[in-house]
């Protein structure tokens, strides 16, 4: 698995950003996320129960991401045409505002090291990317754990301090002084 001070791999895959089949669908690349902190997360099925809590979770907080000058993209290994069917399906997808991108010849996936043989589909794993492309934190749950979005949001804004931040570090408190 790649891990933390790897770079990113690029990609090019075809995500979901409407419910509305004129305006869909969308091409990205990482090119498209060039000089901004990137948070990539992956579910392992659409139509599934615990997926939609954290895409929703994620979508929730996505002011927050952007506040922190971050952008958010989903990512499973399902068609682009199964993520507009559950879109339309889910409530809580339907107004999303990031992309669900699709995976389906798992090249992401493998190059990152998070598919999951037994299942055939793309492991729970987050990924924090900075500006310049470097992966700064992965973290991977069981297929059956949900993750939680806020913590994630906790962890980039210690990141982007660009300090020593102590257990449980909130944002706005001071980081650590060495000396």
């Known amino acids: 698995m790649k891990g933390v001070g790897e770079s990113f791999p690029e990609f090019s895959l075809k995500g979901v950003v409407s419910t509305d089949l004129s305006t869909a669908f969308k091409d990205f690349s990482n090119k ?17 129960f615990v997926c939609p809590t954290e895409i929703t979770g994620f979508g929730e ?19 682009e045409f199964v993520h507009l069917a559950w879109k339309k399906e889910e409530a ?6 990031f992309p669900m991108l699709s995976d389906i010849r798992r090249e ?25 492309g470097t992966i700064r934190f992965v973290m991977v749950t069981d297929l059956n754990v949900g993750r ?14 660009g300090g020593l931040t102590p257990c449980n570090w909130q944002p706005g408190q001071d980081t650590l002084k060495v000396g």
Do not use: H, Y
């Open 32 to 48: 498209d996320f060039d000089g901004k902190w990137l948070v990539v997360f992956f579910w392992p099925k659409d139509f599934t």
């Open 61 to 79: 907080l996505n002011s927050q991401f952007e506040e922190a000058g971050a952008k958010i993209i989903g990512v499973s290994t399902d068609s």
């Open 92 to 97: 809580g997808l339907a107004n999303l505002p």
């Open 108 to 132: 992401l996936v493998e190059a990152l090291g998070v598919l999951d043989e037994k299942e055939g589909v793309a492991q729970r794993a987050t990924f924090i990317v900075d500006p310049e």
């Open 148 to 161: 939680n979005p806020a913590e994630v949001l906790r962890i980039l804004k210690a990141l982007q301090t």
